[in-house]
């Protein structure tokens, strides 16, 4: 009862708020498995500068919602919104409100745990949803109906950046397949937000010994790009063998994906 009141003492910023936004999307260690109880007091208060519209079908925020955790949704969960869990969005906006206390900041995150670039994250071709898979034509539509829900409240933005973690249900993956189809997703959501430099971050898996090729990959994607960046795992750990970052780690890889998304702004 205390978190659910604490909670409610954040309401949405006035009409006319003007936004940066940013965009999230992956697999689970982006919908984030970390545990809410293992963050500070400090890290769970709900942010009165930012906002989020999670959808993760069926599960949705159904709008806009001050940042906090909870926006995650780990497998068999079967509660509402917020969860128990959540991801590098937290650590993402306290490191880029250090460097821009005065800016509002709009989350849009689509990220759904197990899936794979190969099927699930197919851009496929633009204006032809039967061609992509399901979870990036889920992303898209994800995109507009925040968009449109933001406007619908009287505020504006400004898309900035996308931030992306996935991986895992790759890593047998040859690193040169996973580059092309990671270079072609980059290119179709550019194509797909309008932003033709959109800068992008991509998030390092976890090094268990076995993804060498998908962790190669995701290197060389973001090398190849001049508006792409890399949010290293290193000394990062893991709640369970060896996959999904732990609330510390969660913390530490969203500080991560933001300093690199604001070399990129610099730029």
């Given at each position: 009862?205390?978190?659910?009141?604490f909670?409610?003492?954040?309401?949405?910023?006035?009409?006319?708020?003007?936004?940066?936004?940013?965009?999230?999307?992956?697999?689970?260690?982006?919908?984030?498995?970390?545990?809410?109880?293992?963050?500070?007091?400090?890290q769970?208060?709900?942010?009165?500068?930012?906002?989020i519209?999670?959808?993760?079908?069926?599960?949705?925020?159904?709008?806009?919602?001050?940042?906090?955790?909870?926006?995650?949704?780990r497998?068999?969960?079967?509660?509402q919104?917020?969860?128990?869990?959540?991801?590098?969005?937290?650590?993402?906006?306290s490191?880029?409100?250090?460097?821009?206390?005065?800016?509002?900041?709009?989350?849009?995150?689509?990220?759904?745990?197990?899936?794979?670039?190969?099927?699930?994250?197919?851009?496929?071709?633009?204006?032809?949803?039967?061609?992509?898979?399901?979870?990036?034509?889920?992303?898209?539509?994800?995109?507009?109906?925040?968009?449109?829900?933001?406007?619908?409240?009287?505020?504006?933005?400004?898309?900035?950046?996308?931030?992306?973690?996935?991986?895992?249900?790759?890593?047998?993956?040859?690193?040169?397949?996973?580059?092309?189809?990671?270079?072609?997703?980059?290119?179709?959501?550019?194509?797909?937000?309008?932003?033709?430099?959109l800068?992008?971050?991509?998030?390092?898996?976890?090094?268990?010994?076995?993804?060498?090729?998908?962790?190669?990959?995701?290197?060389?994607?973001?090398?190849a790009?001049?508006?792409?960046g890399?949010?290293?795992?290193?000394n990062?750990?893991?709640?369970d063998?060896?996959?999904?970052?732990?609330?510390?780690?969660?913390?530490?890889?969203?500080?991560?994906?933001?300093?690199?998304?604001?070399k990129?702004?610099?730029k």
């Amino acid at each position: 009862m205390i978190k659910i009141f604490f909670f409610l003492l954040f309401t949405l910023p006035a009409v006319g708020e003007e936004f940066a936004l940013y965009l999230l999307a992956g697999q689970s260690n982006m919908d984030g498995r970390g545990d809410n109880t293992d963050l500070t007091k400090a890290q769970a208060r709900p942010s009165d500068h930012a906002i989020i519209y999670y959808r993760n079908p069926p599960h949705s925020t159904e709008g806009w919602q001050p940042l906090g955790p909870g926006y995650s949704i780990r497998p068999k969960y079967k509660g509402q919104l917020p969860s128990p869990t959540f991801g590098p969005e937290l650590g993402f906006v306290s490191a880029l409100s250090k460097a821009q206390p005065k800016q509002h900041f709009a989350l849009i995150k689509g990220s759904k745990g197990g899936t794979n670039l190969r099927a699930d994250w197919k851009p496929g071709l633009k204006g032809k949803p039967d061609t992509q898979g399901p979870v990036y034509r889920d992303f898209i539509e994800t995109i507009k109906l925040a968009k449109a829900a933001l406007e619908k409240d009287g505020h504006s933005a400004t898309l900035r950046g996308l931030i992306w973690h996935q991986g895992e249900s790759d890593s047998k993956t040859k690193t040169e397949k996973h580059q092309a189809r990671l270079t072609e997703l980059i290119a179709r959501l550019r194509e797909d937000t309008g932003e033709a430099k959109l800068p992008i971050v991509l998030g390092e898996v976890y090094d268990n010994e076995k993804r060498d090729k998908v962790r190669a990959a995701i290197l060389k994607a973001s090398q190849a790009d001049l508006a792409c960046g890399f949010a290293s795992a290193k000394n990062l750990t893991t709640w369970d063998p060896g996959t999904h970052f732990d609330a510390k780690s969660q913390w530490i890889l969203g500080e991560r994906f933001a300093t690199e998304m604001l070399k990129l702004i610099k730029k």
